[in-house]
Every structure is written in structure tokens, then in C-alpha cells.
């Protein structure tokens, strides 16, 4: 699969394309059937199949503070859409600049010019241009004029997850900002994921019997309540169960906020400097403050006797 980062970057002897537009963190089942849509029409005509996006999120720059934490980084979520089989990324760099382009403009620039778009696929509520001007309508009435097709599909998809929500990645925010990995999971399709490299922590947890993984998160990442988890730890291709803590450690009175994984029955592992993934599967406790270093190591011994039984279930 291709990965572009601006229009720049786009081969200048690039023809006729499938496009879908949209931020898609996290990759969503719903994000899912928009994506799965472009690749199909994308096959039938026998041209590839774009999605584009957006770096940093449009909120970011429109109302600067309001940033939403990702539920994926750009790296994954290519990854993701490779896997459904999209041909090429492109990240546009969403600037002041950039957010003023009328609806009009856009469709020139982006997917008249560069993309040569034949058909255009995207969900009922999409928006575009200047203020959000622009929507399917727009999109369609402008299609005439520039020669490509839109194709509207509904990505809405509900299940148990948030009471029966229709699915979305503000939800799965939630969902994740609540511990609810059960929930979080149903929408995504897979656990929740957070990444980042191993640094060196106050190591308590080598003195203690349990050396965790110390991951320094990467910027605006969705990461789970405070609690103890089960899931796994992935280092260079290998998934390795694991008990992670995420919290401030109350123990020893901690104020820095950590996600830490142990990797169960491992041992000798040197993971510093490494970049890691770790997969959330299900919520085990909430962080807790104990009386004695004693019965904070009997609590993890249980922890650890949990997650290793949710993972073998799973």
C-alpha cells in the first residue's frame, strides 16, 4: 500500500481513483463498511481505492485545545486500512491555511487534480470545506460538474456497546475513557490498543517480582480508567500475555499517570528502548491503594492468576 503525505506526494502520473475522506480513528466497524465499499466499487472498475485524511484533526485547528484522544495513530490506522484492502493513504496536513478552503476548492484541489476521483464514497453525515460547508449533496452536485460518481452508504452500526448507540469512534472514547474494553472492543472490531516505547520507571516492579514494560504513550492516545487490565503486549511480532496497570500508583504515592504491562510467565526480557503495542481485553479492578507492600503483592498475585484466565478464555 501506498502512504502519502500531502498532495505532493501523490505520483504525478496517477489516474483514475475510488475515494473515501475522513478522519476514521480507530478504523471502526462502521468506518469499516464505508472502507469495504470504496475497495469493492474500487474493484469493480478495476482502479485503486484512496482513503484520505487528516493530520493534525481538523479540530486541532479549528478549536486549538480540543484535540480528541486517538484511538489509533497514523501508522495503525494504515495497517487497518491496508488489511481491507485500500491501495493508497493519503495524509493531508490540516492547517489554518488548508481549513479555508471552500467545498468548491477542495473537490478541485484534492479530488479533481491530484486523485482524479471516478467515484466517491462516504457516509450520510459528511462535511466538507470551510466551516464544514460542504455535504453529500454538495458532494454530488459537484460530481456532475467534474465527472465522478457518489455512493452514500449508512455506516451506522449498533450492538450492546454504549446501551445500543449507534457505533462511532466519540463513543468508543467513552467506552475506553470508562474501562469498558468489553464495550470498546464491539465497535472496533479487536481490543483497544495503545503504543509507545519502553523508558525505565522507578523499576519498583522488578524489585517487586513482576518487571513491567514502562510505555510512554504516544501523543493525544486513548488510554483506559486507571485499573488493572488483562491483554497482551506485543514486541516485534510476538503477543505476549499480559496483567497491565494503568494509573499514577497510589502504593508508593505516585502522581505521574503510567500505562505498565507484565508480561506473564516471561522472564529476563530487556524491552527498553523497544517500541511496543499493548491490546486492552477486559477491565479486572479499579486502581486501589493497599495497606502494606504485602497485601499489594497478594492483590497482584491474584491479578495476575485473573488475567491470565481471561486471556486463556479469550
Not at 486492552?280 to 491479578?303: H, M, P, T, W, Y
Request: net charge negative; charged share 25%; proline share 6%.
Amino acid at each position: 500500500m501506498q502512504r502519502w503525505r500531502g498532495l505532493e506526494d501523490i505520483p504525478q502520473d496517477w489516474g483514475r481513483s475510488v475515494v473515501t475522506i475522513g478522519s476514521y480513528d480507530g478504523v471502526h466497524r462502521g468506518h469499516q463498511l464505508i472502507i469495504g465499499r470504496a475497495v469493492e466499487r474500487a474493484r469493480q472498475l478495476g482502479v485503486p481505492a484512496v482513503v484520505v485524511t487528516f493530520d493534525p484533526h481538523p479540530s486541532e485547528v479549528v478549536r486549538p485545545g480540543s484535540h480528541p484522544p486517538l484511538l489509533a495513530p497514523h501508522h495503525r490506522r494504515a495497517e487497518l486500512m491496508a488489511g481491507l484492502g485500500v491501495d493508497a493513504v493519503l495524509i493531508l496536513p490540516f492547517t489554518t491555511e488548508f481549513s479555508k478552503l471552500s467545498p468548491a476548492d477542495f473537490v478541485v484541489k484534492v479530488l479533481v487534480d491530484k486523485l482524479h476521483a471516478r467515484v466517491v464514497v462516504e457516509g450520510p453525515n459528511f462535511r466538507f470545506g470551510h466551516k464544514a460547508a460542504g455535504n453529500v449533496d454538495l458532494l454530488a452536485e459537484l460530481g456532475r460538474t467534474y465527472d465522478y460518481e457518489v455512493d452514500v452508504i449508512d455506516l451506522y452500526v449498533t450492538g450492546e456497546a454504549g446501551g445500543g448507540r449507534p457505533f462511532s469512534s466519540t463513543l468508543t472514547r467513552s467506552l475506553v475513557a470508562e474501562g469498558d474494553m468489553a464495550g470498546a472492543a464491539e465497535i472496533l472490531g479487536r481490543p483497544h490498543r495503545v503504543e509507545g516505547v519502553v523508558v525505565r520507571g522507578a523499576q519498583r516492579g522488578r524489585e517487586l517480582g513482576f518487571p513491567t514494560a514502562n510505555v510512554e504513550t504516544l501523543p493525544h492516545t486513548a488510554i483506559p480508567a486507571d485499573g488493572v487490565y488483562a491483554g497482551w503486549l506485543h514486541v516485534e511480532g510476538e503477543a505476549m500475555p499480559a496483567a497491565i496497570s494503568v494509573g499514577t500508583n497510589p502504593q508508593f504515592d505516585g502522581t505521574e499517570r503510567t500505562v505498565e504491562a507484565y508480561a506473564i510467565d516471561r522472564v529476563g526480557l530487556d524491552l527498553y528502548g523497544l517500541h511496543v503495542a499493548v491490546d486492552f481485553l477486559a477491565f479486572v479492578r479499579g486502581q486501589a491503594k493497599f495497606d502494606s507492600v504485602e497485601a499489594l503483592l497478594v492483590a497482584i498475585g491474584d491479578d495476575v492468576k485473573r488475567c491470565r484466565a481471561l486471556i486463556e478464555a479469550a
